[in-house]
């Protein structure tokens, strides 16, 4: 089927029943667009087609099953041929996900699927449904030393800015993607720019970011980020601090001073509570940056691709110099290495306190190996974030606030694509979920721009009709199996399953 993109948006036509010779097109309502549709073409966002007159969900639903050889988790269904056979089925082994499912749009209607089926004896209802997010976006965590970029600094895709870079976490440079304001507050460019990143990033496809004034960034989720076209290996075992602190036994016996090189903390050992506790003598060095605590200190140089997420290339530019009235002296040994044991080097003091370098001793090798041991692969993890806005819950319920108050005193559980959701607190229904968890496929878009995505809402049937549930949408799980076209997939299907 081909799709129908006469331009980056479609073709509108203003009402649809003046063209009441053209029984060959439909009108499909699921956003806003209200794309125009030839028979066997799709509308712009390639979710709906016309099939021979019939407006049609092209996607099938995606059904999850629980299998027993993986501890009983959901995994994508991978069984069923094109429909249920027959047999009877235990609404505990399956879970219909909102992937295929359709929208509510424009607001009116029941969810497309309100599914009951029996799970450990408990009558349960599933409301499946596909949100359209315009207020949405994901979090990007990258693993990394390096620094990508300032604080605030604007994230583009094509050129157009989508994101910016936000509060670095432990071991990891963080990117915050799209949201309202670059969905629909710049210009329309910007809109699909950050529609089109998102919808990559919640795909699992490579996506090239650059940072202004920073880097640029290749990442893809649960695949390690390629930063300025270098692949990232390891992630920090610790700060510069943490990692003397882990390590002093051995390097209380094997050398005089280790710098542990960190563009946060930088650790020096012998100053460090940990070279005290362990009797180190001081060993005289001076080094650049503002002193926090003892061994701990701060600003040692710029950010950068260099040593510890430094700008450093060489090492020695931090040590001002070493005192021998504070414990210097030649053949004095010093280890310098970085977080991730990936940068190291050995020297020793010559006769003017000065270090000079010399071949690292195999057991010093091994303390370095030691740490990259102790290191994890560097990752690239993608959250998706949105709220569930009152016309979404109005699918589930008459009263939407009946359904945030159940969500809230945990009546009802939230999942996407069926994985599970971080729910934040406070008011409405804002949730984040790792996509590596989804099923493959289960993010779309349409071109308002607005994401769409999986939401299932799954409670007792009691709570269902105390909250106002649509009771006469409700239908079987056996019926959907029966009758919906299903998605079968072959091999492993979560996005995280490579
Ligand atoms: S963009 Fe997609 S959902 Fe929106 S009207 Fe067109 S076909 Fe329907």
Redesign the pocket.
């Known amino acids: 089927m081909n799709g129908q993109r006469p331009s980056e948006y479609?073709e509108i036509v203003p009402d649809a029943s003046a063209i009441v010779d053209d029984v060959t097109k439909v009108r499909?309502e699921?956003?806003p667009?209200?794309?125009f549709?030839k028979v066997g073409q799709?509308?712009?966002?390639d979710?709906?087609g016309n099939v021979d007159g019939v407006l049609t969900r092209i996607d099938p639903v995606t059904i999850l099953q629980r299998t027993r050889d993986r501890g009983g988790e959901i995994v994508p269904f991978a069984v069923l041929d094109d429909a249920w056979n027959g047999e009877l089925v235990r609404g505990e082994d399956f879970f219909v996900t909102g992937t295929g499912s359709g929208t509510t749009y424009p607001d009116y209607k029941p969810a497309p699927l309100i599914v009951s089926s029996d799970v450990r004896g408990v009558d349960t209802v599933t409301v499946v449904t596909e949100g359209i997010f315009s207020y949405c976006g994901v979090k990007v965590k990258i693993d990394t030393d390096r620094h990508v970029g300032p604080e605030r600094a604007i994230v583009r895709s094509d050129g157009e800015a989508v994101g910016h870079v936000t509060t670095g976490e432990y071991g990891s440079q963080m990117l915050s993607i799209g949201g309202v304001n670059h969905l629909t507050g710049g210009a329309k460019r910007e809109g699909l720019a950050t529609m089109r990143a998102i919808l990559a990033l919640c795909q699992g496809e490579s996506t090239e970011l650059t940072v202004d004034g920073g880097s640029r960034l290749q990442l893809r989720a649960g695949i390690a980020p390629i930063i300025d076209g270098t692949p990232e290996e390891l992630m920090r075992v610790g700060c510069g601090s943490a990692t003397v602190g882990m390590f002093a036994i051995d390097w209380s016996t094997l050398v005089d001073e280790v710098v542990v090189v960190d563009d946060h903390i930088t650790g020096v050992l012998t100053e460090h509570q940990a070279g005290a506790v362990l009797d180190m003598p001081a060993s005289g060095i001076v080094i650049m940056g503002r002193k926090s605590t003892p061994g701990r200190y701060f600003n040692i140089a710029a950010p950068g691709s260099g040593w510890g997420g430094t700008d450093l290339v060489d090492p020695l530019a931090i040590i001002e110099r070493f005192r021998a009235d504070r414990g210097a002296h030649a053949g004095l040994r010093l280890l310098m290495v970085s977080t991730t044991g990936e940068s190291s080097a050995y020297f020793v003091l010559d006769d003017d306190l000065v270090p000079r370098p010399a071949p690292m001793p195999q057991a010093v090798q091994d303390s370095v190996d030691h740490i990259r041991l102790n290191c994890e692969p560097a990752m690239t993890s993608v959250l998706f974030i949105a709220g569930a806005g009152g016309s979404l819950r109005a699918g589930v319920t008459k009263n939407p606030i009946g359904l945030t108050r159940s969500v809230r005193s945990r009546l009802t559980s939230v999942t996407c694509g069926g994985a599970p959701v971080y729910l934040w607190p406070g008011g409405g229904i804002t949730f984040m979920v790792d996509v590596t968890a989804m099923p493959r496929g289960s993010f779309g878009h349409?071109?308002t721009p607005a994401i769409v995505a999986p939401l299932e809402f799954t409670m007792s049937t009691a709570d269902y009709l105390a909250v106002g549930g649509h009771a006469g949408s409700i239908r079987s799980i056996e019926s959907v199996l029966a009758g919906e076209r299903i998605r079968h997939l072959d091999g492993s299907h979560l996005l995280g399953d490579r």
């Open positions: 479609p499909c699921a956003c667009i209200r794309c549709i799709t509308g712009s966002c979710r709906y349409v071109p």
